[in-house]
């Protein structure tokens, strides 16, 4: 195959872009390098295999030759990002997947949504499945990501409905591994990194807030899964086993030995309190779970920062 990821200097895209090289692939990246580092993808420098092009994916699309597949990873994802630039998050939702929906449509290739678990809010329903419509304030401050991905996913479904393009839509739960930036903001990165300098942790509110954080190669493996042999339904690929917050933090100071201590900070305004994904559907017909538990994959993580700190 030959696929076009959008995004594919970010976490979760370089990652996706290995996968399918190493499978034999032709991969054509394209990323304007907003949140996503070109160090992410240095690796494949004289690749044959591999093609880039700087771009934004907001504007027009255009790509030489034939596609089999597009796969939309570009927008900012974590907090700090998309608070950070909330005008760009909601046009690469919009915008940027309506681009992508467009190249894909031109090329007769397979569509594929990088979506998110925050389409569900803060939930009221409880491991969340993917028929469960969610919790949302639109008008929030995390409103620009959670609405971005849910108009994203409503845009996918029209191209699916009325022009039959063949699609899939892929809810991430909270990921984790290497390639995630020092700076990043999220949950993982940012204990382990305030662990390994000595800083205080800082949990919002209580810590019993919970989430369920998935491997890096774990997601991708279901991602590629639900690509090549999916529907065009929602499915929610993420980890089930559920940890706090506090559980975490006090989990990353004992596998670093950190002498860092745990301080409380407000919580943000719409933080969820529950997160963990129903993953009947990738199981029965993806036939996937996870299988790196959580104390593997954070030695591999922590082993990543130990190498991007001074």
């Known amino acids: 195959m030959r696929v076009l990821i959008t995004g594919v ?6 990652h996706l872009a290995d996968r399918f090289l190493a499978a034999g692939h032709e991969v054509v990246g394209m990323d304007n390098f907003v949140t996503g580092s070109p160090d992410n993808i240095a690796h494949l420098t004289g690749n044959g295999h591999f093609a880039f092009f700087e771009h934004n994916v907001t504007n027009f699309i255009y790509v030489d030759g034939p596609l089999d597949g597009v796969l939309h990873f570009a927008s900012p994802a974590s907090p700090r990002d998309y608070l950070e630039l909330p005008i760009q998050t909601l046009k690469v939702g919009s915008l ?6 467009g190249v894909a449509k031109a090329k007769q290739a397979r569509f594929l949504l990088a979506s998110t678990s925050e389409v569900y809010g803060d939930p009221l329903v409880h491991p969340q499945p993917e028929d469960y419509w969610g919790n949302v304030n639109p008008v929030g401050p995390r409103g620009v990501y959670d609405e971005a991905k849910r108009f994203a996913e409503a845009m996918t479904m029209a191209y699916h409905r009325y022009h039959g393009l063949d699609t899939r839509i892929v809810r ?8 995630m930036r020092v700076h990043d903001g999220r949950v993982v990165s940012n204990f382990i990194v305030q662990a390994l300098k000595g800083e205080p942790i800082t949990v919002y509110g209580d810590g019993s807030q919970t989430r369920s954080f998935t491997y890096v190669d774990d997601l991708v493996d279901g991602i590629v899964r639900l690509f090549e042999r999916g529907t065009s339904e929602p499915t929610n690929i993420g980890n089930p086993n559920e940890f706090t917050v506090r559980q975490l933090a006090e989990l990353v100071l004992r596998m670093t030995g950190s002498a860092s201590r745990l301080v409380q900070e407000p919580l943000p305004t719409d933080d969820p309190k529950v997160r963990q994904p129903d993953i009947t559907r990738a199981r029965t017909v993806l036939g996937w ?9 954070l030695a591999a993580t922590i082993d990543h920062f130990r190498g991007k700190l001074p």
Do not use: D
């Open 9 to 14: 200097a970010g976490f979760l895209g370089s």
């Open 96 to 101: 940027g997947t309506h681009k992508a929906l």
């Open 172 to 179: 991430i739960f909270n990921t984790y591994g290497p390639r």
């Open 289 to 297: 779970q996870p299988t790196v538990e959580l104390e593997q994959g």
